[in-house]
């Protein structure tokens, strides 16, 4: 009888070891949490190319708290990570081109039911831009504020207005982050977004062509990410200012030095050489490069030959599904 009860409950033990979902795996992912953990959603571009779009989730003391941009498959990977986003209630926006922000409501539905009550989002982004940030006089895209791109989505007419009130209520408390792109460049300086708690969410204006762009940097119990989105030339004073001294930067790079690429790419995007001259000027202790073009394989050599004259540091090239602990 006791031996028959005790390898009940040595087999119950085993399967919910081998399940993931058991008390004892719950206490010691507890025990070894970091303080900050980021697990890389996306690491690709706009193309179809395996990879899911930019998109990440940062963990605080391993509980998922805050996504930063949500590409085309971001959502996929959440379920493949197995990220429970009952917590998840921050969101950072670098920008609002489609391969950055495609799955943000599913990922909205999936936190609303994962815990079937009121969520209060956080949700930062750019401002709306303006006709003047097409330059040459010529007219450019539109970008709404994050705001207006928030309510086109879940507002009263919005096209998920349902969401709403699917599984709870959900407050949507949106914050529209600096002017329009041709504003901002480098003399702003890095303004505090949100601290509570030991979490400070820093931010300052990028610049990515005509479409208005926010650098960000999370910092957390001594530990520290800074992302820089999609940015141009006229982003990387601001970007060196807000990355000073971060354990991780996550760059975009999904160019090649000139003239290795479409020169229109230059106008949007930063080379190799420069991202390795920020990195070392900012001093960070990490580089991670991502939102990577399809011919990664061909690309990584020469990328990382030409960001090597400049930075020194450990350099790597993002992955889905990859964790990085600060």
Known sequence: MLWSKYTR??????????????????AQDTAVAAPLEMVVLGSGGPGATGRAGAGYALLLDGTPRILVDAGPGT??????????????????????????????????KARAVSARSDIDFRIFGPSASTPATAGNGKP???????????????????????????????????????GPASSVGDKTQPQVILEQDGLR???????HGDSPAVIYRVDYKGKSITFSGDIDAQAHAALTRIAKGSQ???????????????????????????????????????????????EIDSFRDAAGKSIRQHYRGPLDFAEDGQRIRP
């Open 9 to 26: 409950r040595l087999g119950a033990a085993l399967l919910s070891l081998l399940l993931g979902s058991g008390p004892a795996l719950a």
């Open 75 to 108: 959502f996929a990977r959440i379920g493949e990570a197995r990220l429970d986003l009952r917590k998840l209630d921050i969101v950072l926006l670098t920008h609002l081109h489609v391969d950055h922000v495609a799955e943000l409501p599913g990922i909205i």
């Open 140 to 178: 450019g895209a539109r970008f709404p504020a994050t705001s207006q791109f928030v309510d086109l989505l879940f507002g009263t007419f919005g096209a998920f207005s349902y969401l709403q009130d699917f599984a709870g209520h959900i407050d949507f408390n949106v914050t529209d982050l600096f």
């Open 201 to 207: 969410i820093s931010a300052v204006g990028g610049h």
């Open 248 to 294: 991780w930067l996550v760059f975009n790079d999904p160019v090649l030095d000139p003239p290795n690429a479409r020169p229109i790419l230059y106008t949007l995007h930063t080379a190799p050489a420069d991202i390795g001259r920020i990195s070392n000027s900012a001093g960070v202790s990490h580089l991670l490069l991502s939102h990577l073009p399809g």
